[in-house]
């Protein structure tokens, strides 16, 4: 297996996770923030496909497919263009409302397959490109990529934890 081989396995992940946790789920609960002030599995998956949106166009000198093709105008949220989640408070989350899981799950995909199409263009070299020297050690394209994975991971899981905790009885496959 290589390395870009690898990575594509990590990415789709995330993707396969979001299919499960958005299955049949009511729009009420889509963008429920528990007890008011946390994530709503709305915000959780928009902003894994976001961030992941946009570090990837960063490293791969293109646009985001946010504005280039057309989902920020899909979604209509009342939001700025740039914003992706980062620093979010729960003014900010609640402003993530979506009204069909199709949407969410429609642009997390296209991003995870920009991502995998750009990985595999990638040379093992070309991984190891420094892209960000203001962190303690520098970071690679290799990690860069990584944590946008590890990102969209962390928030799929914590999606389908919260709805476990608003709809009693929902397990998922796992």
């Known amino acids: ?5 690898l990575f594509e396995d990590a990415a789709r992940r995330p993707s396969e996770v ?22 709503s599995i709305a915000w959780l998956v928009w902003h894994a496909a976001r961030q992941q949106d946009v570090q990837v166009a960063q490293l791969a000198e293109a646009a985001e497919m946010w504005t280039a093709q057309g989902w920020s105008e899909r979604f209509g949220l009342d939001v700025p263009d740039s914003a992706m ?8 989350v609640a402003r ?3 009204a069909s899981p199709d949407l969410l799950r429609g642009y997390l995909d296209a991003v995870v397959e920009r991502t995998v199409t750009y990985v595999h263009g990638l040379t093992d070299a070309q991984l190891d490109d420094v892209v960000d ?4 050690p520098p970071v690679t394209r290799g990690a860069r990529l990584v944590s946008t994975v590890d990102d969209a991971a962390q928030h799929l899981g914590q999606a389908a934890y919260v709805r476990g905790l608003l709809e009693d ?3 998922g496959p796992y």
Do not use: K
């Open 1 to 5: 297996m290589t390395p870009q081989e």
């Open 18 to 39: 979001a299919w499960h946790v958005l299955d049949g789920i009511d729009p009420d609960v889509l963008n429920t923030l528990p007890g008011g002030t946390a994530n």
């Open 85 to 92: 989640g980062f620093g979010d408070g729960p003014e900010d």
């Open 96 to 98: 993530i409302r979506v």
């Open 133 to 136: 020297r203001s962190w303690d």
């Open 169 to 171: 009885g929902w397990s």
